[in-house]
């Protein structure tokens, strides 16, 4: 009988405990380990200070109107992406002895070529190779000499850096690749320039051959908007490692 007894009490010990817990277990707690903050929090870095585009890049002459609208620098090159537009703008290349780039000390940046692009109904699109710009370089100016007469120079600025000098290791070691940050007009177009890269892949669908060669190693694109018709175009710009430039001006 005392077996009995002991037994049934045991039963019932159990299925008591058992109503005590729910049917679906509460998942398991996790505590994270949190890091302290530290009271006093200092720069996270190194801070560098970096080349920056000049808003308004444009020059304007009697019969030529040039726009900047990127720029690419390295310790080989200077390189300025641009449009030209005015009775003169068919043959802007031939003008290569009137167009230089200062610095803001007065050291003299020559154009080694100009590269022609593309053309869209009197704008005309290219690419100006210069010379690396001087080490201790804090400005950068585009100058255009269309009379050959110095009184008459005109010149833009189109780069600066921010807290100069710059470490000459950034300088042997970094390309910048600059680019202005408004819409510019001519001949009633706006032109944007969208990007160092490639036009989207909805509008290069328009072009037949879509292969990319192993040699180009940047790219830059600009927007046409016609004023008039609101017809949009592309300008797709390609590079090689050594800024060798070819363009293809596509219509969405």
């Known amino acids: 009988m005392l077996r009995t007894i002991l037994f049934l009490i045991f039963s019932v010990s159990v299925l008591c405990a058992g109503c005590n817990h729910p049917t679906s277990p509460t998942p398991e707690l996790i505590s994270a380990t949190k890091t ?46 641009y ?7 068919s043959n802007f290349s031939k003008f290569e002895a009137n ?14 070529s100009i590269t022609p692009l593309a053309h869209h109904d009197q704008i005309h699109f290219g690419v100006m190779r210069f010379e690396p710009r001087p080490q201790d370089s804090s400005e950068l100016f585009l100058r255009f000499d269309q ?27 970094r390309t910048y690749l600059l680019s202005v940050a408004e819409t510019l007009e001519q001949s009633n177009y706006k032109i944007e320039f969208t990007g160092w890269i490639a036009p989207p892949s909805s509008v290069l669908t328009a072009i037949q051959d879509l292969s990319e060669s192993s040699t180009v190693r940047r790219k ?12 949009i175009y592309y300008i797709y710009v390609k590079f090689d490692s050594n800024w060798n430039a070819t363009g293809t001006l596509i219509n969405r």
């Open 99 to 112: 167009i230089q780039i200062r610095d803001n000390s007065g050291k003299i940046i020559e154009l080694l």
């Open 147 to 173: 009379d050959s007469d110095e009184t008459k120079i005109n010149e833009v600025p189109i780069a600066r850096f921010r807290e100069p000098p710059e470490n000459p290791s950034t300088y042997n070691s």
């Open 83 to 89: 449009s030209v537009e005015g009775l003169d703008a």
């Open 36 to 81: 302290p903050i530290p009271t006093n929090v200092g720069p996270v870095g190194p801070f560098e200070a970096e080349w920056e585009f000049v808003d308004s890049p444009v020059i304007s002459s009697e019969n030529l109107q040039i726009a900047v609208y990127a720029i690419g620098l390295d310790s080989l090159n200077t390189i300025v992406l």
């Open 220 to 231: 830059a694109t600009l927007l046409l908007d016609d004023m008039g018709t609101n017809t």
